[in-house]
């Protein structure tokens, strides 16, 4: 707040002007306004028949409190070897994707473990957008590697080309 003293110019008002900082409707940065989630989608654990929700929950107890978690089976009771975990709070539902994304880059080198997986569950209507958004991305950030070579010799063959290139 500030105040200026207006008594030199003829101002009744005991001389004194204050000017008040606007407030108004701030809006919140983007950046702040993070999504949350407290379901996760897991995959690559065991299909074992024997391999039980408890089982599932154990492995994510380490990163919070968990409130249910769930083998996908078919018909004849084999797991899918994927599932849900729901934790009690959406910031130990996040640590596990990160740290678990983060193991799994770890282990890039030894192909023959799998890898457990783990991200957000989402409705398929909104992995569908999601897909079709990062495929655009992807479609566009690739648009300008393509290469338009003309004035080539005729009767130049694939394998000559790929000599030039």
């Known amino acids: 707040m500030d105040k ?10 005991e001389g004194v002007l204050t000017v008040l900082e606007y407030h108004g409707n701030k809006v919140k ?11 996760v989608y897991v995959k690559n654990f065991s299909k074992d028949p024997e391999f039980t929700d ?12 968990v409130q249910s978690a769930t083998v996908m089976r078919d018909q004849n009771g084999m797991s899918k070897g994927f599932g849900f975990v729901y ?14 994304k983060a193991k799994a880059s770890e282990q890039m ?28 991305k992807y479609k566009k950030s690739i648009m300008y590697f393509s290469l338009f070579v003309k004035n080539f010799p005729p009767g130049t063959t694939e ?3 790929r000599i030039y290139f």
């Open 29 to 39: 940065p983007a950046s702040t306004s993070k999504r949350t989630f407290n379901n």
């Open 159 to 161: 394998d000559e080309l």
């Open 4 to 13: 200026f003293d207006l008594k030199d110019d003829g101002y009744d008002n």
């Open 87 to 100: 934790f009690s709070k959406s910031d130990d539902a996040e640590k596990a994707t990160v740290e678990i």
């Open 109 to 136: 080198e030894d192909k023959e473990t799998l890898k457990l997986f783990a991200t957000e569950a989402m409705k398929k209507s909104d992995r569908v957008q999601l897909l079709t958004l990062n495929n655009f």
């Open 54 to 65: 408890e089982q599932l929950a154990e492995l994510f107890k380490p990163y919070g409190e």
